[in-house]
């Protein structure tokens, strides 16, 4: 056998990270698209706060709940969006999968769970303990 019997195998690694960027770009769509929803909920429910008219007590009260509820979830939304894009810049410099504290490879079980991890767990319990 020589050389050229050898077939044309795909590079896995770059195969993954195809696959990566894939899942990483779903995943930005959707919560692109849940934050925009959820932008417009929380505005259309701060207007209705704005005009008042013939709103009681109680239904102001749970307006302004249910818009703080909504706030949070935009600011939730807004925080995921930074991480997925966060980690697809990574992706794109070849970082992607090191702890960007002590640079080890972040194991594959902890990606799959939690595929814009930047740290590995071991430095995130650090951190959490400071
Ligand atoms: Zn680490």
């Known amino acids: 056998m ?17 696959s990566l960027r894939d899942l990483l770009h779903g ?19 701060g207007r209705a706060g704005a005009d008042r008219a013939g709103e009681d007590e109680v239904d102001a009260g749970s307006r302004a709940a249910a818009h703080e ?17 966060h980690a ?6 070849g970082e992607y999968g090191r702890c960007e504290h002590c640079d080890r490879q972040i ?9 814009t991890a930047t740290s590995c767990v071991r430095c995130k319990t650090a951190f959490e303990r400071r």
């Not at 050389?3 to 770059?14: C, F, H, K």
């Not at 995943?27 to 909920?41: G, I, M, N, R, T």
């Open 2 to 18: 020589t050389i050229m019997d050898v077939p044309p195998v795909l590079n896995p690694a770059a195969a993954h990270n195809d």
């Open 27 to 45: 995943l930005y769509l959707d919560v692109c698209a849940a934050h925009e929803v959820a932008l417009a909920d929380a505005d259309a429910t």
């Open 69 to 85: 509820e909504q706030l949070t979830l935009v600011a939730t939304l807004y925080a995921r969006r930074d991480q997925l894009e």
């Open 107 to 115: 194991p594959a079980e902890r990606l799959e769970v939690y595929p």
């Open 88 to 93: 697809l810049e990574r992706l794109n410099r």
